[in-house]
């Protein structure tokens, strides 16, 4: 993708059908993914995860309204990380649109509006369940002061719903996390948990597994969201190498004539210079003649060569007043649909969740960030749907190692999570993939469309759905789950999967670094198979062998797949030569390409050999050999651990070829499964021996 200044991003592009779904209402006033909400309205504990600007602050009125009034529930408690956010819980008149009760918040129990510190707003919690009112909204911090004070017990019969849940987590430092496990213990509330990025994969994870279990899940995902818009048809995701201070290089991706976000780095980072407010200066300066602030809003104004005069949003101020007037001048709702009320917001920490600019068409984002939900966060900024935006990108700058730096094993490692997080969003922006084993009975499933000449009971197929954004593949030898758990990780959380097998710094560098793309040793069966193998194992102990397996299977299949049709899809130059449904051409174009489609064959493709070869594109060849270097200087030999793993593969391959591997064989496969067999007859050996 290339923008004005003819510095090429290498980014994944996903293009949308633009049918309008995801915007039309049915006769109740619902939106599709409320309707899917609503239809789960009866169960005690839910878990939403939806996308940014999906609609999920009104499917839960309509859920706590059904279960204040037809479910016996007598108060709903809607809790959000800031008070900002609370405005999503404004009184909504829903009955003007179909629904049977409108939304109505008594004005002094929105506590994100009433004045005071959180501790002294727990008291009016206590207020409020002894009235008779039945619907509160506060921020995180007051509703734990309020358990803290009250008690469990105090929210018998309540419903709490809670707002960007990606907040929560079951770390014991997290009180509001604590507080939730006692509440699902005594089992007398009801929880609507929502949130548009729901990554165990971050740090800590959310929920315990055993209160997890408890919930049922509604997904939306983001290609039904994006698939559904009127305007906005493609997302680009990018990320691009600097060298330098970051300013210097700012304007090569940033294109003054996009709306966009910048979010510079924390002072803390590597990529800050430590002097926040020159960063700002400085990308102002580069922007153009500096004309002064406007008055009304705080803005700066900046006059371009060609006489044009950009408006900056600057929220990185210091100045307390100064910040708070620019934010207001962004809140105000009588700008929220006018175009060229901003052209350019640079922020720090603020402006990422429930934080509201439509015309948003590319996010900038300086340096890495640990987070994915924080990405995640920051890409949704710019997935808004607005007339005549057609097209919108997330845009990720990083400072390239440099040689000479002591930190360069620090700077290899932001390289490597930055790619990971680039990997874990393409599958998040992917259609829905379904699975199924080709038997000689496979025949076509209704609704999917199964490309020219249709459906060829001779071959393993890939039919699309368009208006639900899935695919069902069918694959040769694939091993199906068995037990209903199994079946649920398969279709909810292979992407949870994916997270925590990119986001696992081994299994990164080896295969990014070490893979025979790269000239390495690192066969792709040693991650497919074992490390992803491994990773199943420790997220999923209570499933049996042939359960873990066939999601092994399924998180492969669903990497690797959307790994090769973005290889498929792209021309030698990188750019997208498909324009619409790149992404599907691609799969479909693999799966033609083969001569089958089986699950050996899957497993044969190095999962980062397509993220290596952007690499290779964007960074300079010294940096490449470099990182190489540092990555092969801790190559380790064979640990017992990855000697049983193998054995265990070539126990496996003997069952189905009736000899063990061959030490001497000329697949290196077999060969390491053999390496493995020896090591641990060694071992017995030597033990033995003592």
Known sequence: ???????????????????????????????????????????????????????????????????????????????????????????????????????????????????????????????????????????????????????????????????????????????????????????????????????????????????????????????????????????????????????????????????????????????????????????????????????????????????????????????????????????????????????????????????????????????????LTEIVQIIGRATRDAEGKTRARFTNLIAEPDASEEAVTEAVNDTLKAIAASLLMEQVLAPRFNFTRKTATSGPVEGFDYGEGGYDPNKCNVGFDEESGQFQIEIKGLAEPKTKEAERICQEDLNEVIATFVQDKATLEKGLFDGEHAGGETLAEELTQLRMGKIIKARYPELDDHDQEAVRQHAIAALNLTQKAKEAALDDDGTDKTGSNALIHGVRKFAMDVRELDIDLIDRINPFSEAYAILAKTMSEASLKQVAAVISAKKVQLTPEEARDLAKRALKFKQERGRLPSITSPDAWEKRMAEGVAFLARMKQEAANG
């Open 1 to 371: 993708m290339t923008n004005k200044n003819n510095k090429s991003v290498p980014s994944v592009s996903v293009t949308y059908a633009q049918n309008g779904t995801s915007t039309k209402s049915n006769e109740l006033g619902m939106r599709p993914m409320q309707e899917r909400a609503y239809e789960k309205r009866g169960e005690q504990y839910l878990l939403i995860k939806s996308p940014p600007a999906s609609g999920k602050s009104r499917a839960l009125m309509f859920i706590a309204l059904d279960k204040l009034h037809n479910q016996g529930l007598s108060k709903a408690i809607i809790t959000v990380p800031e008070k900002s956010i609370g405005s999503s819980f404004a009184d909504e008149p829903l009955s003007k649109f179909g629904f049977w009760a409108d939304w109505q918040v008594v004005p002094k129990w929105n506590l994100c509006n009433a004045p005071g510190e959180d501790g002294s707003k727990a008291a009016s919690v206590g207020a409020f369940l002894n009235s008779e009112d039945r619907i509160l909204v506060c921020p995180h911090a007051t509703f734990r002061n309020a358990v803290e004070k009250f008690g469990v017990v105090a929210f018998d019969d309540c419903l709490i719903a809670v707002d960007e849940f990606h907040h929560v987590s079951a770390s014991p430092d997290n009180k509001l996390g604590a507080q939730l496990a006692e509440l699902i213990a005594r089992d007398r509330v009801h929880v609507v948990a929502m949130t548009g990025s729901y990554f165990r994969g971050d740090a800590e994870p959310v929920l315990m597994p055993h209160d997890e279990a408890k919930f049922d899940t509604v997904t939306y995902t983001y290609y039904e969201q994006l698939n559904g818009y009127k305007h906005l048809k493609a997302l680009d995701i990018g990320y691009f190498f600097y060298t330098g201070a970051y300013s210097d290089d700012i304007l090569k991706v940033l294109d003054p004539t996009e709306k966009t976000i910048i979010h510079i780095p924390s002072v803390n980072s590597r990529e800050s210079t430590k002097d926040k407010i020159r960063e700002v200066e400085h990308i102002i300066e580069e922007l153009g003649d500096w004309q002064g602030t406007d008055p009304a809003t705080g803005f700066q104004l900046v006059k371009r060569a060609d006489g044009r005069v950009l408006r900056i949003a600057d929220l990185v101020d210091d100045d307390a007043a100064k910040r708070d007037k620019v934010s207001a001048a962004l809140k105000d709702p009588a700008q929220k649909n006018n175009r060229d009320h901003v052209d350019i917001i640079i922020a720090l920490g603020m402006a990422k969740e429930g934080f509201d600019w439509i015309w948003c068409e590319h996010a900038l984002t300086v340096g890495y960030r640990s987070s």
